[in-house]
């Protein structure tokens, strides 16, 4: 919750200072965020490259039917969730915005100091590449049980994330005060304003949308009150909001969950996974805001087949996400810059929009896990029953 008042007064300095400033002050804020955009630009493959290689690396076989029955239903809730997220931001954007045309451009009025532009930090790999070697070396590690390796790759993934938590999120309301200074000064931030309280606004009502189709199917499935399943699950998402963390609401989501009359076996498996992998409520949220974003530049919303590559990438790269606040936008950086083409001053304003509402997303991800953990129950069981 601090980081979103951090957030929010970045927005509000930001502005202050484009319109009041002297213009000297206010190129030193977007040069700032130039700079900074480079050290997002390179980690954004470490990060990648680190936790989704632990993630997969982690998932051992040990559970059995289990396990898969968790993982595939947790990646097709995450996968339909982002489909369904962007039918709608692709009906429904488009009007907010028809009066309004192109409120963001990719090159601001007011450039950064010359000094900006020869402070170069290339990524040590592609994205691409990052993706592709993460998956090869973590299956590899997971199958061929490589402790070693394992090791050397979590100690990488815990020198990534404590850049992420002592350097990135700290200062990342700075940088989006200099996003804002440059709106301010383009005269396009009380317009931008406008359109991510509708879009954040969309994205929470779709979150409850996702959870209700969730909770129907799981209700299907095992025969049980969806509607009573869900109230029964609220503890878990307003403790979710409080902590915007999935890891810490284990506890409140695990109990939930048996309340639900979940086999505790099946609970106590797959909700502290689920918490990992798991994540409706984010890609809902990235698919929604990304879509914006384009409309906002004047752009055409990506056509169907590339949001499916992306919102299948999405699935899988946010596995392992940082666990920080922001975490899983963060991840996802790579995809908006390699699949959609998003410039650093789009990426900035997807950071400004996933940070405002990282509770809420993380809320639906954790009460989503009690109806992932219902359905496991019912196709893990019924399954080790027949075997008998």
């Not at 450039?111 to 590899?140: H, N, Q, R, S, W």
Request: proline share 5%; aromatic share 8%.
């Amino acid at each position: 919750m601090k980081l979103i008042l951090r957030l929010i007064a970045g927005i509000v300095v930001g502005i202050l200072i484009g319109y009041l400033a002297p213009e000297f002050i206010s190129r030193a804020f977007i040069t700032f965020r130039a700079v900074f955009g480079q050290f997002i630009s390179y980690t954004i493959p470490l990060i990648i490259l680190f936790f989704i290689m632990s993630g997969i690396a982690s998932l051992r076989s040990g559970a059995g039917r289990a396990l898969g029955v968790t993982v595939a239903a947790s990646y097709a809730s995450t996968v339909f969730a982002g489909l369904l997220a962007f039918i709608v931001a692709d009906a429904v954007v488009p009007h907010m915005l028809s009066s309004a045309g192109a409120l963001v451009s990719e090159s601001p009025g007011l450039e950064p100091y010359g000094f900006a532009d020869k402070l170069t930090i290339p990524p040590a790999l592609d994205i691409m590449t990052a993706l592709v070697t993460a998956f090869l070396f973590g299956i590899g590690i997971s199958t061929l049980k490589q402790q070693a390796l394992k090791e050397i790759v979590d100690q990488g993934k815990d020198i990534v994330e404590l850049a992420l938590t002592r350097i990135l999120i700290p200062f990342l309301p700075v940088y989006i005060c200099g996003v804002f200074v440059a709106l301010t000064v383009d005269g396009t931030v009380f317009a931008t304003l406008r359109t991510f309280g509708l879009v954040l606004a969309m994205a929470l009502f779709l979150h409850w949308i996702w959870l209700l189709i969730l909770y129907t199917f799981a209700g299907l499935i095992t025969g049980r009150n969806p509607l009573v399943m869900l109230k029964n699950m609220l503890p878990a998402y307003f403790t979710a909001v409080g902590t915007m963390s999935s890891a810490a609401t284990i506890p409140v989501t695990l109990e939930r969950t048996k309340s639900n009359g979940v086999d505790p076996h099946i609970a106590d498996f797959s909700i502290p996974l689920c918490a990992t992998i798991h994540m409706s409520g984010s890609v809902v949220t990235i698919t929604t805001c990304a879509t914006a974003v384009v409309f906002l530049t004047g752009g055409a919303a990506p056509d169907i087949s590339t949001m499916m590559t992306f919102i299948a990438l999405l699935g899988v790269t946010l596995i392992a996400s940082p666990g920080a606040p922001g975490g899983s936008i963060m991840a996802s950086l790579g995809l908006l810059s390699s699949v959609l083409g998003f410039g650093e001053p789009l990426i900035a304003l997807m950071i400004a929009l996933y940070i405002a509402q990282d509770s809420f997303g993380t809320a639906c991800n954790v009460t989503g896990d009690g109806a992932i953990a219902s359905v496991v129950e019912k196709l893990a069981l019924s399954k080790k029953a027949g075997d008998h």
